[in-house]
């Protein structure tokens, strides 16, 4: 089927009271393995490239973006296409022209009247271009040691913030943390459920990685729209390959230790988004669904 615009993939979850996983790409088995693991769990999805992924593949975005179309273009299940946490403008007027739905514009590392600025620029650009807009207010921890893992987002900023910046999606800050690899993390439940009440808009999940399925399914319920899984992946894809390269150390040919990979991967796709459907390791019907006001 045709590319999904990422606006009704979140709104179908939003509206269903459930979230839609969206998980980060970096080479082509990532984006094969995404899809083929949504088919399994029969669930919507959402692929996403990131910046730095971007930067990998020699800041070339065009063609790991377009591969990944061309993929989601074959699917038995909707996929959307979603450039993430771009701080680069340019990159950000690059994605019109790759078949991306959707953009993560990430000004959050700047003071926040600067933060509010930037976010608005860029969400009136990207809807005159047709695509969503998602922001980030209140710092995810983790990743260069740039947030605390304590931070949180005040409801009463958010709400402001998303009515000041005329965003899509807000992702905040309720205890995860990005590139984790064990699954540790505690989410203020009771902070989600109060931002969910404030914010009118979908509400997203930055490094989900390292929250354990139960802690999910209490943020799906709480009001958590779209969950971000990306180290979770590379977990798996390096996993396999290491095990297989162990199993046969004189071997040349990438392609068994690829193939274990994309379907370690895909397993880890399918079992994310049986648990953000409200089903776990099973199908399951949702977890109820949302006030018509937060669409």
Not at 12 to 39: C, K, M, P, Q, W
Request: aromatic share 4%.
């Amino acid at each position: 089927m045709p590319l999904t615009p990422t606006a009704d993939v979140v709104s179908s979850a939003y509206r269903d009271g459930r979230a839609v996983g969206a998980f980060n790409v970096i080479t082509l088995e990532h984006a094969e393995a995404v899809v083929t693991g949504a088919e399994a769990a029969g669930r919507p999805v959402i692929c996403q490239i990131s910046e730095n992924a971007v930067r990998f593949h020699g800041s070339r975005l065009a063609p790991i973006a377009r591969a990944t179309a061309a993929l989601a273009e074959t699917a038995a299940v909707p996929v959307a296409l979603h450039l993430d946490h771009v701080t680069d403008e340019a990159l950000l007027r690059r994605a019109a022209d790759c078949g991306f739905g959707s953009v993560m514009f990430d000004a959050s590392a700047l003071p926040h009247a600067q933060n509010v600025a930037a976010t608005r620029a860029a969400a009136q650009w990207a809807h005159a271009q047709g695509l969503w807009l998602e922001a980030e207010l209140g710092e995810i921890g983790g990743k260069d040691g740039v947030h605390a893992p304590s931070a949180r987002t005040d409801p009463d900023q958010a709400r402001d913030f998303v009515s000041a910046t005329g965003v899509d999606a807000l992702a905040v800050a309720v205890g995860s943390s990005h590139a984790m690899t064990t699954r540790t993390a505690r989410l203020d439940h009771g902070l989600i459920a109060r931002l969910a009440k404030s914010v009118p808009v979908p509400l997203v999940l930055h490094g989900s990685t390292g929250v354990p399925d139960e802690e999910l399914r209490q943020a799906v319920a709480a009001g958590m729209v779209k969950v971000n899984i990306g180290t979770a992946l590379n977990a798996a894809f390096t996993g396999a390959v290491r095990d297989t390269l162990a199993a046969a150390p004189a071997a040349v040919d990438p392609r068994p230790a690829l193939t274990a990979a994309r379907r370690a991967m895909a397993d880890a796709v399918t079992s994310a988004l049986r648990t953000l459907s409200g089903g776990g390791y099973g199908t399951g019907s949702g977890v109820g669904a949302r006030d018509d006001r937060r669409r």
